[in-house]
């Protein structure tokens, strides 16, 4: 049963790197940093370590949980078109970076989680904790930075417009 849990455990976070992988495209089509393209190899290396991992238990990634999390990037992002359409995407892209920080967040839940349980589960102590959880809190600096530059002009913007241009 617990064998059963980790698995879908696993391949839950697997899913979500995919939409990771997804959303980083997305940004990377509205703003051509080389940011975008780094966290996307990070976060790639670190969807191959769950993979590895995911084989070490003796099972396999999901191909369903991949396709459902595929499907729900393209709804997340149809919705993000119609609430913004214009083509600075200032929404857009405030949207996108927030759903990648809560991936993020998600992904050191993951590592401190398989951390705590490798004590008791000899197969998870195959990953470099440290070094995954590190990488997890820099990626989430770098997308704070980015994230609350993105905020001050959509919000911003948006609250000058609506009061004539003072900030409520």
């Known amino acids: 049963m617990a064998h059963d849990f980790l698995t879908t455990y696993l391949n839950d976070h697997l899913a979500g790197s995919q939409m990771a ?7 990377h089509g509205l703003d051509d940093s080389a940011v975008w393209q780094e966290m996307k190899r990070e976060i790639d290396a670190d969807r191959q370590e769950l993979e590895h991992l995911i084989r070490t238990m003796n099972s396999t990634p999901s191909a369903v949980r991949r396709a459902v999390a595929w499907m729900v990037e393209k709804f997340a992002e149809l919705k993000m078109r119609v609430d913004d359409p ?3 995407a200032v929404l857009r892209r405030l949207e996108l970076m927030e759903a990648l920080a809560l991936g993020i967040d998600g ?6 989680a398989l951390q705590t349980a490798s004590q008791m589960t000899p197969e998870l102590q195959s990953l470099d904790y440290g070094k995954l959880i590190a990488r997890a809190e820099a990626q989430r600096g770098v997308i704070e930075v980015r994230r ?3 905020a001050a002009v959509a919000l911003g913007d948006a609250a000058r417009s609506r009061s004539g241009g003072a900030i409520d």
Not at 21 to 27: Q, T, W
């Open 21 to 27: 992988l997804e959303i980083l495209d997305l940004l």
């Open 148 to 150: 609350l530059q993105a």
């Open 107 to 112: 992904k050191h839940a993951l590592w401190t």
């Open 86 to 88: 214009s083509t600075d």
